[in-house]
């Protein structure tokens, strides 16, 4: 069974500040794919990253970065200089890809972690 | 904008009331869709799967009498909450894949939050 653990429940900074949310996940299959979502107050969620399990390289995206460390089965989002706008609740989630594709798409979630930028 | 669309957005309905949620797939053939339902403070949690011409699959522990899915088309799925009680009110959300095999793009609907009285 696959599982995300998101262990930081609220975290509260000041703008400016630099923020990581951690991920951790456990799976058995060799492929599977991590998400990172957004979910502001309205509840729509927004899609910022999909990383596959063989491509290990970090990646930036503006003041986005994300760490993935397979040898820890880790995936990792930092905001650099946060901004009120960045205050979301984010998840992290967790595809596994079966024989016949149909599985993909299949997300399991972490519980998510509430940021809060304050001006 | 969204391609994948849920209708409505939200809705009330009395207890003991039927509540039908659309989730529809507008630029694209969409095979497999899946129902999600996220609780005030919590995390999504699948409820099923739809697949197209078939039945659903549902996850453990939902009831699948009680929350009917029908995926009709390649571009319409379906949710029918039945006899609505308090309990059932939260936020539900559809998604769906563009192709197989991890090539394609997931999309999310915006998600229809259910308030039963």
């Known amino acids: 069974a696959q599982k995300v653990t998101q262990a930081q429940t609220e975290i509260s900074v000041v703008e400016k500040e630099d923020v990581t949310l951690d991920c951790v996940y456990e799976t058995r299959d060799t492929t599977y794919y991590l998400f990172w979502y957004k979910q502001p107050p309205s509840g729509e969620l927004v899609f910022l990253i999909r990383r596959n399990s063989f491509d290990e390289q970090n990646e930036i995206s503006g003041r986005y970065s994300w760490n993935f460390q397979k040898s820890t089965s880790s995936f990792n989002f930092t905001i650099t200089a946060s901004q009120v706008v960045d205050s979301a609740v984010y998840f992290c989630?967790?595809?596994?890809?079966?024989?016949?594709?149909?599985?993909?798409?299949?997300?399991?979630f972490g519980q998510g972690t509430i940021l809060t930028v304050h001006p | 904008g969204a391609v994948v669309s849920q209708h409505p957005s939200w809705v009330i309905c009395k207890s003991g009331t039927s509540v039908k949620i659309e989730c529809r797939s507008l630029?694209?053939?969409?095979?497999?869709m899946f129902w999600y339902r996220q609780f005030p403070k919590q995390s999504l949690m699948l409820m099923a799967t739809s697949n197209e011409g078939s039945k659903a699959t549902y996850e453990q522990g939902v009831e699948k009498d009680k929350f009917l899915i029908n995926h009709a088309s390649l571009t319409l799925s379906t949710l029918t909450v039945t006899s609505a009680h308090p309990e059932d009110s939260s936020f539900y959300i559809c998604?769906?894949?563009?192709?197989?095999?991890?090539?394609?793009?997931?999309?999310f609907g915006e998600g229809s939050r259910l308030t039963v009285l």
């Open positions: 630029d694209f053939q969409a095979t497999t």
């Open positions: 989630a967790l595809s596994e890809e079966r024989a016949g594709g149909t599985s993909y798409g299949k997300l399991t």
């Open positions: 998604s769906a894949a563009t192709g197989g095999m991890g090539t394609g793009e997931l999309f």
